[in-house]
C-alpha cells in the first residue's frame, strides 16, 4: 500500500527516530485494524508507541491517543486485563492534558466503560460512564 512506502521515504529522509515515523508507523496499524489483520497492526502501534515515547515527554497527547488505538486492539481481541491497563493509563494522561473538560476524555471513558462491560465488571463501568455523561455536559 501507499502507506508503506510513504514510510520508507519518510525513513530515508527523516530517519527512524523522527515523530512522522511514528505517524506513519501509527496510520498503518490503523489500516491493518480496519483490515482485521490485529497482529499485524499490534506491531505498528507499538512500533509507534516506542517511537513517541522517544521523542516526546509524557504527557503528551500522541502517545495517549496511541495508547487508546492499543486499548482498542487489545478489548477486540479479547486480551481484556491489558485493554483496561492500557486505556487507565490513556485516561490518566488525557486527564493531565485537558483537566477532565474535553468530549476526547469522555470519548475515550466510553470506550473503557464498554471494555469494563465485557470484563463483567459492571459497577465501575456504570460509575466510568456517569462520568463520561458528566463531563459532556460541560
Request: no cysteine; glycine share 2%.
Amino acid at each position: 500500500p501507499l502507506l508503506l512506502d510513504g514510510l520508507q521515504i519518510d525513513l530515508v529522509l527523516l530517519g527512524l527516530n523522527h515523530s512522522e515515523v511514528g505517524t506513519d508507523y501509527n496510520n498503518i496499524g490503523l489500516l491493518y485494524y480496519d483490515m482485521k489483520a490485529y497482529d499485524k497492526a499490534l506491531l505498528y502501534y507499538q512500533k509507534a508507541l516506542d517511537n513517541y515515547l522517544l521523542n516526546f515527554k509524557p504527557p503528551h497527547l500522541k502517545i495517549a491517543l496511541m495508547l487508546n488505538n492499543l486499548a482498542l486492539l487489545y478489548s477486540k481481541t479479547e486480551r481484556l486485563n491489558e485493554a483496561i491497563d492500557i486505556f487507565e493509563q490513556s485516561i490518566a494522561m488525557h486527564e493531565q492534558i485537558f483537566h477532565d473538560k474535553h468530549i476526547a476524555l469522555a470519548d475515550l471513558l466510553d470506550n473503557f466503560a464498554h471494555v469494563l462491560r465485557q470484563a463483567s465488571r459492571h459497577q465501575e463501568a456504570e460509575a466510568v460512564s456517569l462520568r463520561a455523561q458528566f463531563i459532556k455536559k460541560l
